[in-house]
């Protein structure tokens, strides 16, 4: 059962109505359920053990890196995979072993590898030369070793949207296949790396299952190769990925997915790494927004809303497809009509649902933004000076609020006058125009 649903006409997150946070704690406000994080990353764990395999599952905190995010997941068991400083702090904080972490990304800083040598995690993915010769350098200094493995860029079309498809090889994600060996025989060299396995990560919203096994069917081959070189590498991270029905379409099922794993993987000594983000995440979110004006126009029903791009920016970036509903049921008979649901930012771009078939709305009414949970809070930003939206968990029949609303005078306080500004404003002079 969705832990979103419609219960004495008014949608609920698990065991409260969704109107009553908006009311509380005013819109927009993004809202999670517990229990659909822990079923989603249940669901997907239990699908690889019963495959057979035994993961370390490493959710992708990119996709939603709030500290109550992270710690329910962390909670089921899951570890980490970031990619920069900033996240694995929030994965430290959050209570993330570092022997579950892995670090990703194809610019990690000096700094930032520093910091994670120094919390001791489980793995960098290292996708350059040069980047490998930093963290050995760096390594080094600090007395350490680094656990590192080569994220491989399989040259596979992963058929996901452009902007997030990465294992091509016009992408700047990983090292070429043809590259990897050299790679591999250079970290040998460097005493401070041990290279100990391969990562790939194709993309993300990946709706089919065969990308992966292409990625994977060139991962194997080539860990097989690079072991019988002499070289003992014990890990292979088969990187994130798995998509989500945004609109109904079909995803592939977790089950499907670890079927496809376990005979990729068949008969190979590997700890293998799993990288979710999107699919732990994305169903256990909505986006709660109010409806300030709707205007006719000429050929068009615009509902503007208290949301927007800046709130949530995936339909703007991606042209990405969000449901909306109401949050109050509306009668099975009820008429419906096409609308555009639009935020108050001034761009066109700030359309988060074109021509979508609603009821009748009214000013004040609430709206419910759907798979929201992955890449929408983390994404946004205080464009137009709008204040960073709030965030809210629920678990069962309680809920509270896991990040405020921002506030204006934090928000503009942030600025600094440099010395020629300061003192008074326009009227009293400032620099004097040049003549
Ligand atoms: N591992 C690596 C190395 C990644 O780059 C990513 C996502 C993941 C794991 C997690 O992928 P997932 O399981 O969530 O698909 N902002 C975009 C998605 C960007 C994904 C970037 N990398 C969106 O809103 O669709």
């Known amino acids: 059962m969705s832990s979103f649903a419609y219960r004495d006409g008014r949608l609920h997150a698990e065991s409260v109505p969704l109107d009553r946070i908006a009311r509380a704690v005013g819109t927009p406000v993004y809202v999670y359920s517990t229990a659909a994080l822990e079923n989603a990353y249940d669901g997907f764990a239990g699908a690889l053990r019963e495959a057979g395999l035994d993961p370390l599952i490493c959710y992708a905190l990119k996709a939603n890196s709030n500290q109550a995010v992270i710690r329910t997941l962390a909670g089921r068991g899951a570890g980490a995979d970031v990619v920069s ?28 590898m520093a910091v994670a040598l120094d919390a001791g995690i489980y793995q960098f993915n290292v996708e350059s030369l040069p980047e490998l ?7 080094e200094g600090r007395g350490k070793r680094a656990p590192v493995a080569i994220r491989v860029n399989p040259d596979v079309d992963a058929r996901t949207h452009s902007k997030i498809t990465t294992g091509k090889s016009e992408n700047k994600f990983g090292i070429d296949l043809d590259h990897v060996g ?48 002499g070289v003992p590498l014990s890990r292979l991270d088969l990187g994130g990925g798995l998509g989500v029905a945004y609109r109904g379409e079909r995803a592939p099922s977790p089950q499907d997915y670890a079927q496809l794993v376990a005979e990729a ?29 709707v205007k006719h126009g000429l050929s068009r029903r615009f509902v503007v809303i208290d949301a927007a791009m800046n709130d949530i920016i995936r339909p703007s970036l991606y042209d990405a497809w969000h449901d909306v509903r109401t949050l109050r049921e509306h009668a099975g008979d009820a008429p419906l009509s096409p609308a555009d649901v639009v935020g108050p930012v001034c761009e066109t771009g700030d359309t988060l649902a074109a021509q979508r078939q609603l009821p009748e709305l009214a000013e004040n009414d609430f ?21 960073l939206v709030p965030e809210v968990m629920v678990s069962g029949d309680d809920w509270a609020v896991i990040r405020p609303r921002g506030d204006y005078e934090a928000l503009i306080a942030v600025d600094r006058l440099p010395g020629w500004l300061e003192d008074g404003g326009p009227e009293s002079g400032g620099r004097a125009p040049e003549s």
Do not use: C, W
């Not at 996240?87 to 700094?111: C, I, N, Q, S, Y």
């Not at 010769?133 to 390594?139: G, H, K, M, P, R």
């Open 367 to 387: 709206l419910a933004i759907f798979s929201a949970g992955a890449y929408g809070a983390v994404m946004s930003s205080t464009y137009n000076s709008r204040l």
């Open 85 to 112: 400083e900033g996240e694995l702090r929030r994965a430290l904080a959050a209570g993330v072993p570092p022997e579950k972490t892995v670090f990703a990304g194809v610019g990690k800083t000096r700094a930032e």
């Open 182 to 229: 050299r790679v591999v025989s250079r970290a040998r060299e460097l005493p401070a790396v041990e290279p100990l396995g391969l990562a790939v990560h194709i993309g993300s919203q990946l709706t089919e299952l065969q990308p992966f096994r292409d990625a994977f069917s060139k991962l194997v081959g080539l860990y097989g190769e690079i072991r019988a070189s």
């Open 265 to 293: 993987t068949a008969g190979l000594d590997a700890q293998l790494i799993f990288e979710p983000g999107r699919h732990l995440t994305a169903a256990a979110g909505v986006l709660l927004a109010q409806v300030i004006y």
């Open 133 to 139: 010769e930093a963290l050995a350098q760096v390594a």
